[in-house]
């Protein structure tokens, strides 16, 4: 493990810790979905990590993942062995094909550090979804929903390995900073490490902009998976291959609430922030 970053099953390990409960989440993303495509057949996850939600939605769609984290997707070929797996970065991605479902989720859009960033990735996830498809983002904090200083703490306890992740976090100007301090214990000994990762604050209002400006109809669901709400964008269902909006923004019911805001900002994991363009974040 490089000492400088979180390995990839160390990663997963602090979510199992939580009991992030990734079946749930892909029902709720699903749900989203077949409001506006009653049976979809190929999704295609960006930013997808190690695969925890691939592994679900692989059980009824044809599916493929894309990470910027040669470590997490390596992980994932392991876990998903029926699933097509590609390293790309976000913005850049130009798979020449088009999918049912396209998701980006565990804010990890967020680590678009500007707005024109950001309308950037949401235009490359929007080149990838069919006439008729879903778009499904799950942002991070708007500016008026964060909070500076929390202290957090998450424990990983194995039979052959111990691992401790304090979290604070703080802002500069329109992003969020968030500081890791780790220590892992094995027979070998212990060795600790530090993770600064650095997630702009988005309004609302600017997510919805880049979705329209992408050719999508926005809903938002201000409750979400973890807490931050989704953004969900359909695409017109014209053959001529313009995406044209089909929908106003609309808002969707909640769904089930993950814990309070201090409890989730404090649980966020990133990657590092080269890495953040194309891989799973918090």
């Known amino acids: 493990m490089s000492p400088s970053r979180l390995s990839a099953e ?3 390990g602090f979510y199992d810790a939580l009991d992030k409960d990734y079946r749930w ?11 506006h495509l009653r049976r979809p057949r190929t999704l295609l996850d960006v930013a997808c990590g190690t695969g925890r939600h691939l592994e679900v939605f692989a059980e009824t769609l044809d599916c493929t993942g894309v990470d910027l984290d040669a470590e997490a997707l390596a992980v994932a070929r392991r876990r998903c062995p029926g699933v097509r797996f590609e390293h790309a970065d976000l913005e850049a991605l130009d798979l020449g094909r088009r999918f049912d479902v396209v998701t980006c989720l565990f804010s990890s859009i967020a680590y678009m550090p500007t707005v024109a960033r950001l309308r950037s990735a949401v235009r490359a996830l929007a080149r990838h979804v069919e006439p008729g498809g879903v778009l499904v983002v799950e942002p991070w904090y708007t500016p008026d929903d964060w ?11 194995e039979p052959d390995r111990k691992a401790v992740r ?18 892992v214990t094995t027979a070998a000994g212990s060795r600790r ?3 600064r990762h650095e997630l702009r604050l988005f309004r609302t209002d600017q997510l919805v902009g880049a979705f329209e400006a992408a050719g999508l109809g926005v809903e938002v669901d201000p409750e979400g998976l973890f807490g931050h709400g989704l953004v969900v964008g359909t695409a017109s269902s014209s053959r001529n291959g313009h995406l044209r909006p089909v929908r106003g923004q609309e808002t969707l019911a909640p769904g089930r609430k993950h814990g ?11 990657t590092d922030g080269g890495r953040g363009r194309g891989s799973r974040s918090v």
């Open 10 to 12: 160390l990663y997963d």
């Open 193 to 195: 490490f530090h993770e």
């Open 260 to 270: 309070d805001r201090s409890t989730r900002t404090g649980l966020q994991r990133g």
């Open 147 to 157: 909070d500076d200083d929390q202290l957090n703490v998450l424990v990983v306890d």
């Open 25 to 35: 989440e892909a029902g709720v993303v699903l749900r989203h979905v077949r409001r």
């Open 166 to 183: 304090t979290s604070r976090g703080s802002h500069r100007g329109l992003t969020s900073v968030l500081d890791f301090d780790f220590l």
